[in-house]
T-cell receptor
Framework: GAVVSQHPSRVICKSGTSVKIECRSLDFQATTMFWYRQFPKQSLMLMATSNEGSKATYEQGVEKDKFLINHASLTLSTLTVTSAHPEDSSFYIC?????????FGPGTRLTVT | LAKTTQPISMDSYEGQEVNITCSHNNIATNDYITWYQQFPSQGPRFIIQGYKTKVTNEVASLFIPADRKSSTLSLPRVSLSDTAVYYCLVGAGMDSSYKLIFGSGTRLLVRP
């Protein structure tokens, strides 16, 4: 069946640096990509929605200049956490939607030191 | 988007049937009901989806009463590996942009 991958699976970075997370749909075309983050023991929180070739739409309270989303192709979307701080440490999960296919990626654990 | 309410946690034992009920009083006419399972440090995994009555697949059954204001996920004969968080979501069906909004979920613990 359809698979969505994320890279890296876990990353540790220093405060003030930027980190890019990739999300790929492996055998279907994802016209829409949703990005979530999840803090320990909490539910998934939707951050933004991106459609291929368009600017992302951010949920209330999510800084668009801090969380840069690019969805330049139907199989790849990236989330860049800019000037990361320890409070950005979280589990980031993408959800790819294409036609009737919709799958979550395995997640990326970001730790900012 | 309809809000959902689920029990925060449930305990069970291996081999038992587990029923998790979700309330969604404001469900819209075109909303589907979908359940996901999530293990620690993994992305959610689709379990089952339905619109009305009963849906069954190889892992679970979904019961939806006529008024659709609630739904029950039934897991037959659970095992230790079914320990996970289960999320009930309602929203537009598969033929439109399906923005999944997660509630708090139900943390199921299966004991030996």
């Amino acid at each position: 069946g359809a698979v969505v991958s994320q890279h890296p699976s876990r990353v540790i970075c220093k405060s003030g640096t930027s980190v890019k997370i990739e999300c790929r749909s492996l055998d279907f075309q994802a016209t829409t990509m949703f990005w979530y983050r999840q803090f320990p023991k909490q539910s998934l929180m939707l951050m933004a929605t991106s459609n291929e070739g368009s600017k992302a739409t951010y949920e209330q309270g999510v800084e668009k200049d801090k969380f840069l989303i690019n969805h330049a192709s139907l199989t790849l979307s990236t989330l860049t956490v800019t000037s990361a701080h320890p409070e950005d440490s979280s589990f980031y999960i993408c959800n790819a939607l294409g036609g009737s296919e919709q799958y979550f990626g395995p997640g990326t654990r970001l730790t900012v030191t | 988007l309809a809000k959902t309410t689920q029990p925060i946690s449930m305990d069970s034992y291996e081999g038992q049937e587990v029923n998790i009920t979700c309330s969604h009083n404001n469900i819209a006419t075109n909303d589907y009901i979908t359940w996901y399972q999530q293990f620690p440090s993994q992305g959610p995994r689709f379990i089952i989806q339905g619109y009305k009555t009963k849906v069954t697949n190889e892992v679970a059954s979904l019961f939806i009463p006529a008024d659709r204001k609630s739904s029950t996920l039934s897991l037959p004969r659970v095992s230790l590996s079914d320990t996970a968080v289960y999320y009930c979501l309602v929203g537009a069906g598969m033929d439109s942009s399906y923005k999944l909004i997660f509630g708090s979920g139900t943390r199921l613990l299966v004991r030996p």
